[in-house]
């Protein structure tokens, strides 16, 4: 068994400051969440490895790098309302919830919905709340949202999720095609929506109403 507490240090340093993050809530937040407590046991040792890992499902929780990166492009203020889409293991919710005053996840799996809901009510972690559906079509009635971030990638930016997002709230999203994708961030302005590029990334399936269908995935 290693030492969790000095690998997390280690990956914040060389994985997180390294390649430019520099928001100082974002990194103290990544310091702290136990990202090995998201994964199995069998893959503990690996959590701080800069990897995305299986989390069970045919799906994974991201690299740690792509969950800072996200989270400092959401800009977020502590008294801000967050909607994540893809709960997966939970890791990206807990990272968030030290951000924000509030937590809303959606997630279409629902072994993976309550897996996630445990290990985050184990951490402590009490300001978030749990849907099981397609989150490809936001979260309408708690809406609007001065965050919404999604977690697996997308074929476009559904007009839906902007439509959710308060004044100068921010979507971050992963879009392209299924095996690559380019995160973008469109900040929703009152004369307009301002859309930017950010890293190439690979995440996997949106599947839903507003992502892939279902079927897509055995072309
Ligand atoms: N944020 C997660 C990453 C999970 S991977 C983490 O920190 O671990 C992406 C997740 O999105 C998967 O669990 C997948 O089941 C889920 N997903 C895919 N399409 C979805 C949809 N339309 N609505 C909700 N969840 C979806």
């Known amino acids: ?29 990544m ?21 995305p890992l299986p989390i069970g499902e045919g799906q994974t929780i991201s690299q740690p790098f792509m969950v800072a990166i996200m989270t400092e492009l959401l800009d977020l203020k502590d008294t801000d309302r967050v909607l994540e889409i893809g709960t997966g293991s939970g890791y990206q919710a807990a990272v968030l919830s030290r951000l924000c005053a509030w937590v809303y996840s959606v997630e279409r799996v629902p072994a993976l919905a309550e897996r996630a809901k445990k290990t985050l009510v184990t951490c402590g972690y009490d300001n978030l709340s749990f849907k099981i559906g397609d989150g490809s079509q936001g979260w309408p009635e708690e ?8 977690t697996a990638g997308s074929p ?21 095609n299924r095996f690559s994708q380019t995160l973008k961030r469109v900040t929703k302005e009152r004369n307009g929506n301002k859309v930017q590029s950010f890293t190439g990334c690979r995440f996997v399936d949106l599947i839903g109403e507003h992502g892939w269908s279902d079927s897509d995935r055995y072309w």
């Open 1 to 29: 068994m290693i030492d969790y507490e000095s690998a997390r240090k280690i990956m914040v340093q060389n994985q997180i400051i390294a390649r430019g993050v520099r928001d100082k809530h974002v990194i103290s937040a």
């Open 31 to 51: 310091e702290s969440v136990p990202r090995h407590l998201f994964v199995e046991e069998s893959l503990q040792d690996e959590a701080y490895d800069d990897n």
């Open 143 to 150: 809406a609007p949202f001065d965050g919404i971030i999604v």
């Open 156 to 176: 476009r930016i559904p007009g839906v999720l902007v439509d959710q997002l308060a004044e100068d709230g921010k979507l971050v999203i992963p879009v392209g």
